[in-house]
């Protein structure tokens, strides 16, 4: 079946830093989403990017559908960004990449 | 706003009890989903809904089972709970095809 990678699996940066995380699928896919899920749990709808780019204030994301991958990007990072993000691809059915866990340090 | 909402954010419970756990949505949405999530093997879906009375294995149902019997309402059910089910479990809906909107998560210990 079709694979989802997330990189890194842990990044810890410095308040104000900026990040990359990406998601590799090892096939075409439908559509693609990033949720963040906060360290109580929730998780919490961030981009629904099938291709291209979208930004929402400190958060953009890219979908390159033909190469197979997505990226999320934070910039001015933030304390509350702490947690894990996630990256979910729907092709017969959504398939979650393991995460990337987030640490802000203040 | 999309709204689901599932009925406990922390439960306990006993080996061999039979648990419920309760998802409802406002959305009018067809498919409904359960996922399990922990440490280091990320969201795994359980099982899914995308109509009424309709229901599909994903790919870790055993010692599951899912009832929907209304449209808004999906409910996992662990008929004698185990403590390799001790997790964390999520609920979501979607109309189909379409985006994902999560409940808050239930955090299930089985003791």
């Known amino acids: 079946g079709i694979q989802v990678e997330q990189s890194p699996p842990d990044l810890i940066l410095q308040e104000g830093a900026n990040s990359t995380l990406r998601c590799n699928f090892s096939?075409?896919?439908?559509?693609l989403q990033w949720f963040h899920q906060n360290p109580w749990g929730q998780l919490i709808n961030l981009f629904y990017?099938?291709?291209g780019t979208k930004q929402n204030g400190r958060l953009s994301a890219t979908t390159v559908a033909t190469e197979r991958y997505s990226l999320l990007y934070i910039s001015s990072s933030q304390t509350t960004d702490s947690g894990v993000y996630f990256c979910?691809?729907?092709?017969?059915?959504?398939?979650f990449g393991k995460g990337t866990r987030l640490h802000i340090l203040p | 706003d999309v709204k689901v909402t599932q009925s406990s954010r922390y439960l306990v419970k006993r080996t061999g009890e039979k648990v419920f756990l309760e998802c409802v949505q406002d959305?009018?949405?067809?498919?409904m989903f359960w996922y399990r999530q922990d440490p280091g093997l990320g969201l795994r879906l359980i099982y899914f809904?995308?109509?009424?009375?309709?229901?599909e294995k994903g790919d870790i149902p055993e010692g599951y089972s899912v009832s929907r019997e209304k449209k808004e309402r999906f409910s996992l059910i662990l008929e004698s709970a185990s403590t390799n089910q001790t997790s964390m479990y999520l609920c979501?809906?979607?109309?189909?095809?379409?985006?994902?909107?999560f409940g808050a998560g239930t955090r299930l210990s089985v003791l």
């Open positions: 979501a809906s979607s109309p189909p095809g379409a985006i994902q909107y």
């Open positions: 096939d075409s896919v439908n559509n």
């Open positions: 990017i099938p291709s």
């Open positions: 979910a691809v729907n092709y017969d059915k959504i398939i």
């Open positions: 959305m009018d949405h067809e498919n």
């Open positions: 809904s995308y109509d009424v009375k309709m229901k």
